[in-house]
């Protein structure tokens, strides 16, 4: 080979995942034992060494643990999706006697992160919620220590991580039952945009749950998580069906712009539509009536997805790779 082997012929010719060969050559001990021998014999025999950063991570250990996430929800640590479960993952991270660091991807270059990530300044990564940023969970396959995503990783390279997830489809299906139980049955979603995994395991436990019952599920109204486009697809819905009286908004975002719709066209909630968003944020609990919504349990998120990537460095992990945390209800007045 005239090249310098890499870690994918290494993991090539082991006929393992980079992944999997990334950790063997990082000595972890989650790795089996049989596996780690093939990765070893693969990498003599192509000359592979491994970067001095790797030699590092063996002969000790930084003390910190890195917290992942994208500068794009930086600006909205206020709320729930990433400030509560930073907040989760620093208090198991300080309680475990490690320095939490926080470090920001901004989805344009990756290679500064994941340098950062594999050169010894961390023990170990907490990742949250890159359900967007493709690029990133495609490299953290690559870096020689244990990761924990909040949230499902997003490439395919990444499916045989350890993450931790909200029930989504779960929490569909008891949005459906909230309704059905107000005694609505011309039901309609107001969905996000198509790709949105979750967003689309959502609307499938509420069809479910609909069709289970008898009731059709009604249409669906597609659009961003964002309040204007939630008010341009309830009005949509109005016009395709303006005898609705129950909707499922799959964001409290849409549900907040839903209402507005709702409000210009007479229609009160929730006497003449109920409405249930998704997530609890403060939005559902400030808006006009209160929303009720399926509540994400981000804290818990949080707080497993840290003793997880802990549990990997020290080798004493167990259980299913996916994890999932069931959702609740809380009710409040748009129901």
Same mark, same amino acid.
Request: hydrophobic letters at 45%; charged letters at 25%; proline letters at 7%.
């Given at each position: 080979?005239?090249?310098?082997? /890499?870690?994918?012929?290494?993991? $090539?010719?082991?006929?393992?995942?980079?992944?999997?060969?990334?950790?063997?050559?990082?000595?972890?001990?989650?790795?089996?034992?049989? =596996?780690?021998?093939?990765? !070893?014999?693969?990498?003599?025999?192509?000359?592979?060494?491994?970067?001095?950063?790797?030699?590092?991570?063996?002969?000790?250990?930084?003390?910190?643990?890195?917290?992942?996430?994208?500068?794009? *929800?930086?600006?909205?640590?206020?709320?729930?999706?990433?400030?509560? +479960?930073?907040?989760?993952?620093?208090?198991?991270?300080? %309680?475990?006697?490690?320095?939490?660091?926080?470090?920001?991807?901004?989805?344009?270059? &990756?290679?500064?992160?994941? $340098?950062?990530?594999?050169?010894?300044?961390?023990?170990?990564?907490?990742?949250? =919620?890159?359900?967007?940023?493709?690029?990133?969970?495609?490299? #953290?396959? %690559?870096?020689?220590?244990?990761?924990?995503?909040?949230?499902?990783?997003?490439?395919?390279?990444?499916? *045989?991580?350890?993450?931790?997830?909200?029930?989504?489809?779960?929490?569909?299906?008891?949005?459906?039952?909230?309704?059905?139980?107000?005694?609505?049955?011309? #039901?309609? &979603?107001?969905?996000? +945009? *198509?790709?949105?995994?979750?967003?689309?395991?959502? #609307?499938?436990?509420?069809?479910?749950?609909?069709?289970?019952?008898?009731?059709?599920?009604?249409?669906?109204?597609?659009?961003?998580?964002?309040?204007?486009?939630? /008010?341009?697809?309830?009005? !949509?819905?109005?016009?395709?069906?303006?005898?609705?009286?129950?909707?499922?908004?799959?964001?409290?975002?849409?549900?907040?712009?839903? =209402?507005?719709?709702?409000?210009?066209?007479?229609?009160?909630? +929730?006497?003449?539509?109920?409405?249930?968003?998704? %997530?609890?944020?403060?939005?559902?609990? /400030?808006?006009?009536?209160?929303? /009720?919504?399926?509540?994400?349990?981000?804290?818990?998120?949080?707080?497993?997805?840290?003793?997880?990537? #802990?549990?990997?460095?020290?080798?004493?992990? !167990?259980?299913?790779?996916?994890?999932?945390?069931?959702?609740?209800?809380?009710?409040?007045?748009?129901?």
């Amino acid at each position: 080979m005239s090249r310098r082997p /890499t870690l994918v012929d290494v993991a $090539r010719l082991a006929g393992v995942s980079r992944a999997t060969a990334a950790r063997a050559i990082a000595g972890q001990p989650t790795v089996d034992p049989a =596996l780690a021998a093939r990765v !070893e014999e693969a990498a003599r025999e192509l000359g592979y060494t491994t970067n001095p950063a790797a030699r590092a991570l063996r002969r000790g250990r930084a003390g910190a643990v890195a917290i992942v996430v994208p500068a794009s *929800d930086a600006q909205g640590q206020s709320g729930p999706f990433t400030a509560a +479960p930073i907040r989760a993952a620093t208090r198991v991270i300080f %309680d475990a006697g490690q320095q939490p660091v926080l470090l920001l991807d901004e989805g344009r270059d &990756t290679d500064r992160l994941v $340098r950062h990530l594999s050169a010894g300044h961390v023990d170990a990564a907490v990742v949250i =919620l890159l359900y967007e940023s493709v690029e990133l969970d495609q490299v #953290l396959a %690559d870096v020689p220590i244990p990761v924990a995503h909040v949230g499902r990783p997003s490439s395919e390279r990444s499916a *045989d991580g350890w993450f931790v997830e909200a029930d989504q489809a779960g929490g569909g299906r008891q949005a459906a039952e909230t309704l059905l139980d107000a005694g609505r049955h011309r #039901l309609a &979603t107001l969905a996000g +945009p *198509d790709h949105f995994g979750p967003g689309r395991e959502r #609307l499938q436990g509420f069809a479910d749950r609909c069709r289970e019952a008898g009731v059709d599920p009604g249409p669906r109204v597609p659009g961003e998580y964002e309040l204007e486009a939630g /008010t341009r697809a309830a009005e !949509e819905l109005l016009r395709q069906r303006p005898d609705v009286d129950g909707i499922f908004a799959t964001s409290d975002l849409v549900a907040a712009g839903a =209402l507005r719709a709702l409000a210009a066209a007479g229609r009160r909630v +929730p006497d003449d539509v109920a409405i249930v968003g998704f %997530d609890d944020t403060v939005v559902a609990a /400030t808006s006009d009536p209160p929303l /009720t919504s399926v509540r994400q349990p981000f804290d818990e998120l949080g707080t497993r997805a840290a003793r997880l990537a #802990l549990a990997l460095l020290a080798g004493t992990a !167990e259980g299913p790779r996916r994890q999932v945390v069931p959702t609740t209800v809380t009710v409040r007045e748009s129901t």
